[in-house]
């Protein structure tokens, strides 16, 4: 089941009077207006928020169920165009403009759609210049013609079914009415996706894909932990072991985005070893690394690690856009009750690992706590909170994992 999240419910700084039709530059195989392909997600909320004028309604879709089945959509319903992020990566993979006349574009010095400039076959033609065929797909009555990182979907009109088959190779199209048809959707993808990716807009959508990241991108560099032991990072190779000071921090990751201290543990209660009040304050602070999805805990008396929190950034989370999502790669032993050294094989779990897949792995592991970010009213619903020796779970109802704690026992 799709879901749809109205940002003006969760954001109210984005309310506002709506500014009617804008004006975005369009760059084939790159970009529409703002909005460069390959962008994280992140990126284009930030610029969402620095115009809220602008951009003052906007809806995000994903699946509720299963978040990495279909795109993260991010949509502008007064603009008439909306963004589409690979689920996995939550890259920006493919935009797509569903209402041209909403939307004016600007090639060049020419103008393609909005209210006042009809984006015709022989005007577009006109606009981007000569191109080979485009394909049509007879069962949907849509002619999309392509050029390098863009394509334009016409509907035909059954009546000229058959003389646009005879005549599919003659290019502008035009009817023996005199009139040519209008554009209906706009693509912009990767070229390096290719100009002939399919036979129309349907192929578009599921085969397009972000461009490559460039060569040192730290954006979904894989982190490796090892239980117990260490996080590293294998673009950088910087090693980070529990233990380690806000200094080896620093020199290995740079300055936080983020220092707060760390509020009572809620957790502390359930612990047998530690009968210290709950109005009692910690001490022990977090570094938040939110362009790498990631916090570290110091303990507040020794200013050593002592837990690693990892963040997936999944749609329907009260955390969702408040972190990068972390590329992790937990190597666990195959057996809890083995020691490290007797296993020959390890498991791995990743960001888009399940709770069911882990329980495979791990084990089962016992009866949930119940976290409530904010009130009982939050939109998102609870998540549960599952514990193993050296690591602990907060899943989402969805089965997906949230967070991951990396802590030593």
Not at 214 to 224: A, I, K, Q, T
């Amino acid at each position: 089941m799709a879901n749809a999240l109205d940002h003006r419910a969760r954001r109210s700084r984005w309310q506002g009077t709506s500014m009617g039709s804008i004006t975005l530059d369009l760059k084939p195989g790159l970009a529409l207006g703002p909005f460069t392909l390959g962008i994280p997600i992140c990126e284009a909320f930030a610029y969402i928020e620095q115009n809220p004028s602008i951009y003052d309604v906007v809806h995000v879709k994903y699946h509720d169920e299963e978040p990495l089945m279909l795109d993260l959509v991010v949509s502008f319903p007064d603009h008439g165009f909306h963004l589409r992020f690979e689920s996995s990566s939550q890259r920006l993979r493919l935009i797509e403009v569903f209402d041209v006349q909403r939307l004016q574009m600007r090639y060049a010095n020419s103008f393609i759609g909005g209210p006042n400039t009809l984006a015709t076959f022989v005007a577009v033609y006109a606009v981007c210049g000569p191109t080979f065929p485009g394909s049509y797909d007879v069962d949907r009555g849509m002619y999309t013609l392509f050029y390098p990182g863009l394509s334009f979907a016409f509907p035909i009109p059954p009546l000229y079914k058959d003389y646009l088959l005879d005549r599919k190779a003659e290019l502008p199209l035009e009817f023996p009415d005199g009139t040519t048809p209008v554009t209906s959707r706009v693509c912009i993808y990767d070229k390096s996706s290719g100009s002939n990716i399919g036979v129309g807009v349907g192929a578009l959508l599921k085969k397009a894909v972000p461009p490559p990241l460039p060569v040192g991108s730290l954006y979904m560099e894989v982190v490796h932990a090892k239980l117990d032991k260490e996080i590293w990072f294998t673009v950088g190779g910087q090693h980070i072991p529990f233990g380690a000071s806000p200094q080896d921090v620093w020199s290995e990751l740079g300055i936080p985005c983020g220092i707060h201290q760390k509020q009572v543990d809620q957790m502390m209660i359930h612990s047998a070893l530690d009968a210290r009040p709950k109005t009692t304050m910690c001490r022990d602070y977090f570094y938040n690394y939110f362009t790498r999805g990631l916090d570290i805990l110091f303990d507040g008396q020794t200013h050593k690690i002592k837990k690693f929190v990892l963040h997936t950034n999944f749609p329907g989370h009260a955390d969702f856009n408040s972190y990068i999502k972390c590329n992790f790669m937990i190597q666990c032993p195959p057996s809890f009750t083995e020691q490290e050294e007797a296993n020959t094989h390890e498991h791995c779990i990743t960001s888009n690992t399940k709770w069911s897949q882990v329980q495979e792995l791990l084990g089962d592991a016992g009866r949930a706590a119940i976290q409530t970010q904010g009130s009982t009213i939050n939109p998102f619903g609870s998540t549960f909170v599952y514990g193993y020796r050296n690591i602990a779970f907060e899943v989402m109802r969805n089965g997906h994992i949230a967070t991951v704690t990396l802590f030593q026992s």
